[in-house]
């Protein structure tokens, strides 16, 4: 079976190339400088990933992001190595010979295959909500989960239940780690995930033979272990208490911090600010537009999107809508002093 490298030399590409998307996959895993030459070695010697790809309750958003990640490899590149046996979208069968396709790669990939899962799981009213050839989407997802090696729950819905989980919830959904309780679940949450950190994911899976180191959530510590607010690049703005209060204010064309326009930043957890999307061209926040949190759970039922952090905590009203934005402004400010005074300003 044909390696990182042979895919490269197909098409056309160098080995300079090649050692560049080594290097920023190494990177992108937190790996250390003096582990490079094993990872090359790695992507020029082992076989690339079998992945099946099955799709619930989503609106494919997450597989859109997906074949749109460009920082770590050419495009082109990145649809050979990821060997997608089974995708209902990305698949050119249809119909029987796609679900023959994908029993065969299970049986002849068991124990090694990677079982990706877009959406949420509805098993109410004996899964009827949610079939494929007449089965119940609880029922393939254990079946394709018994003889997986590597199980991720890509996207918002498949990690904590998504929009299809919020209230009222008509159709019982329920996220893949509660679908398959006693499994290890790999979530890599987002409305959409970034397309990079999946990539990524897949390929650590390849170089070590097993799963990123987890929180306690199941999430990926190197791509979530710090909020957006933690590396924000409007951060110093928060830090000096400055702020926009519009989004046509002097605040917003100065770059100042969304914090007032409802920033969920603070509290949300992910590597949007680091990473971003497009080829690691922009991201929410660096369009003007606040962090809404879209993959911390139930941020949906959380609302009040333009709403600022301190008030949906506490309460929705007006009077605390003005409590928040002054606690904002108060937090902000007391930190700016604070600074200042640690500068040996006056």
């Not at 509660?178 to 390929?203: F, K, Y």
């Not at 990926?220 to 400055?242: E, I, S």
């Not at 301190?310 to 003005?322: C, M, N, P």
Request: glycine residues 12%.
């Amino acid at each position: 079976m044909e390696t990182l490298y042979d895919i490269y030399r197909r098409r056309g590409y160098s080995r300079r190339d090649f050692l560049k998307s080594a290097l920023l996959l190494s990177t992108a895993l937190g790996l250390s400088s003096s582990m490079l030459t094993d990872v090359v070695r790695a992507l020029e010697t082992k076989p690339k990933p079998v992945v099946i790809w099955l799709e619930f309750q989503d609106c494919a958003g997450c597989t859109e992001s997906f074949i749109r990640s460009t920082s770590l490899l050419p495009a082109d590149v990145l649809l050979d190595y990821v060997s997608l046996e089974y995708h209902e979208i990305l698949m050119a069968p249809s119909g029987f010979y796609a679900e023959e396709s994908k029993r065969e790669a299970m049986e002849k990939h068991r124990g090694k295959y990677v079982l990706i899962v877009e959406g949420s799981v509805s098993p109410d009213r004996g899964g009827a909500y949610c079939t494929v050839a007449g089965r119940s989407n609880l029922e393939l997802l254990k079946e394709a989960a018994e003889g997986a090696g590597l199980i991720i729950a890509v996207g918002s819905c498949a990690s904590w239940g998504g929009i299809p989980h919020a209230y009222p919830n008509p159709t019982g959904a329920i996220p893949v780690s509660e679908a398959l309780r006693g499994r290890q679940v790999v979530n890599i949450p987002g409305c959409p995930p970034i397309g990079d950190v999946m990539v990524s994911v897949i390929a650590g899976y390849v170089l070590t033979g097993k799963s990123p180191e987890l929180d306690s959530m199941g999430r990926p510590k190197t791509f979530y272990g710090q909020t957006v607010h933690d590396r924000c690049y409007r951060r110093p703005f928060y830090n000096a208490g400055r702020f926009a209060s519009s989004f046509d204010d002097e605040g917003a064309k100065k770059g100042y911090c969304l914090y007032r326009l409802g920033c969920k930043g603070p509290v949300t957890r992910n590597a949007c600010a680091t990473i971003r999307w497009n080829g690691g061209i922009s991201f929410p926040i660096q369009s003007g537009h606040p962090c809404f949190g879209c993959s911390e759970p139930d941020f949906w039922d959380r609302g009040m999107i333009y709403t600022p952090l301190s008030v949906v905590s506490g309460g929705f009203g007006l009077k605390e809508a003005l409590a928040g934005v002054a606690v904002g402004t108060a937090v902000g400010v007391s930190v700016a002093y604070m600074n200042k005074k640690l500068r040996g300003g006056k």
